[in-house]
């Protein structure tokens, strides 16, 4: 499923845009500069490099390199200043990342300020040593988080033009702050005609809505191994967080082997480490997941999980609801 092509304003990013526009100042007077621009799959890189460019425009600076483009090619002849957008770094051939690693050597071109983008997963290599590379010729590192709670809301309230009633704040909410989950709970309400005016707003007031988003979100996972995504969908029966050692015996894996797969989930901000606990970072994540395991298999899964959990001390109204989810 692709973007929806963006007739919202950019929300939220002001300070990341702010920092991005002095660096592109800075570089482009005089000695150049690189910017590793890192954030999870949907935060909003690609809309926050598409307004760094309208800003350059603005600024007469070169906007050098069209989407797609992998290499960051020579300097103009006469001097001019230019933006140089390299996205999405995990996705390019070997070649290319080879190609750019080498060019770090060279150290950062003058007059020019090179914005590397990338996803943190897949992990590969190539784009450790390009990171590196750059990273050793001065290259600045900017990680691009999800958005707080209240620039969440806003946007949703940007797309649908309307304040958001109760249950629409709350689907919101679940998207966990990613611009792409909340634009996918947003139309999707809106194209399952789950949305009616109430007082002061808009809200859903159709039930069943929700399976649209949870199938929407599923569709943004495929970037995941499909190991891990068999791992995770496991643990989503376990609740938005569990304990690691309970996935485990969920499984039937050792805890170290859970782990190294659990790593990856990591890495792609899918969850959080809190001590020995492991939380859905996005609830919809877990929600899509959960809503896509086979009626059978979830039902096994929460007998197991009933047992595994009164072994380990569960309260009974814990073990209650599992067994009552497995019938
Ligand atoms: N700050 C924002 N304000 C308004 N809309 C946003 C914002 N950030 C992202 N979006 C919207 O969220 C969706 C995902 O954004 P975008 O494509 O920029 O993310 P990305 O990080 O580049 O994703 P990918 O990992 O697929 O490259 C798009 O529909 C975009 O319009
Ligand atoms: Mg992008």
Same mark, same amino acid.
């Given at each position: 499923? @692709?973007?929806?092509g963006r007739d919202w304003?950019?929300v939220?990013?002001?300070?990341e845009?702010?920092d +991005?526009?002095? +660096?592109?100042?800075?570089?482009?007077?005089?000695?150049?500069?690189?910017? /590793?621009?890192?954030g999870e799959a &949907?935060?909003?890189?690609?809309?926050?490099?598409?307004a760094?460019r309208?800003g350059a425009?603005?600024?007469g $600076?070169?906007?050098a390199?069209?989407?797609g483009s992998? *290499? $960051?090619?020579p300097?103009?002849?006469d001097?001019?200043?230019r933006?140089?957008?390299l996205? =999405?770094?995990q996705d390019w @051939?070997?070649?290319?990342?080879?190609? +750019?690693a080498d060019?770090?050597r060279?150290?950062?071109?003058?007059?020019?300020?090179v914005v590397?983008t990338?996803?943190?997963?897949?992990h590969?290599d190539?784009v450790?040593?390009v990171?590196s590379?750059?990273?050793?010729? &001065?290259?600045q590192?900017v990680e691009l988080r999800?958005?707080p709670a209240a620039a969440a809301?806003?946007?949703a309230?940007?797309?649908?033009g309307?304040?958001?009633?109760?249950?629409l *704040?709350?689907?919101?909410?679940?998207?966990?702050?990613?611009p792409?989950f909340v634009? =996918?709970?947003?139309?999707a309400a809106r194209d399952?005609?789950?949305l009616?005016?109430?007082?002061?707003?808009i809200?859903?007031?159709v039930l069943?809505?929700r399976?649209?988003?949870?199938?929407?979100?599923r569709g943004?996972?495929?970037? +995941?191994?499909?190991?891990?995504l068999a791992l995770?969908?496991?643990a989503s029966v376990?609740g938005?967080s569990f /304990?690691?050692v309970d996935?485990?015996?969920?499984v039937?894996q050792?805890?170290?082997?859970v782990?190294r797969?659990?790593?990856?989930a990591l890495a792609?901000?899918?969850v959080?480490?809190r001590?020995?606990?492991?939380?859905?970072?996005?609830?919809v994540?877990?929600?899509?997941l959960?809503?896509?395991l086979?009626? =059978?298999e979830r039902?096994g899964?929460?007998? *197991?999980?009933?047992?595994?959990?009164?072994d380990?001390g569960a309260?009974?109204?814990v073990?209650?609801t599992?067994?009552?989810?497995?019938r």
């Open positions: 499923m @692709p973007d929806p304003p950019l939220g990013r002001a300070a845009l702010d +991005l526009e002095t +660096l592109l100042t800075d570089a482009t007077d005089a000695a150049g500069g690189v910017v /590793v621009l890192e &949907g935060v909003g890189r690609t809309s926050l490099v598409d760094l309208s425009r603005l600024l $600076i070169e906007d390199a069209g989407p992998t *290499r $960051i090619g300097p103009p002849a001097g001019r200043a933006l140089v957008v996205e =999405d770094l @051939p070997d070649d290319a990342l080879e190609a +750019l060019a770090a060279e150290g950062v071109p003058a007059r020019t300020l590397l990338l996803r943190p997963v897949p590969r190539g450790v040593r990171v590379g750059w990273t050793r010729a &001065g290259a590192h999800t958005l809301a806003e946007l309230e940007a797309i649908l309307a304040s958001l009633g109760p249950s *704040r709350g689907a919101v909410a679940t998207a966990g702050g990613n792409r634009v =996918d709970v947003v139309t399952a005609g789950a009616a005016p109430v007082e002061g707003g809200d859903a007031v069943g809505w399976a649209v988003v949870e199938q929407r979100v943004r996972l495929d970037y +995941l191994d499909d190991e891990v995770l969908a496991v376990l938005v /304990v690691v996935l485990a015996v969920v039937g050792p805890v170290p082997e782990w797969t659990l790593r990856h792609a901000g899918v959080q480490a001590g020995d606990r492991l939380v859905f970072r996005h609830d994540v877990r929600a899509a959960y809503g896509g086979a009626p =059978d039902r899964l929460h007998a *197991r999980a009933a047992t595994t959990l009164r380990a309260p009974q109204a073990v209650a599992h067994l009552e989810r497995a």
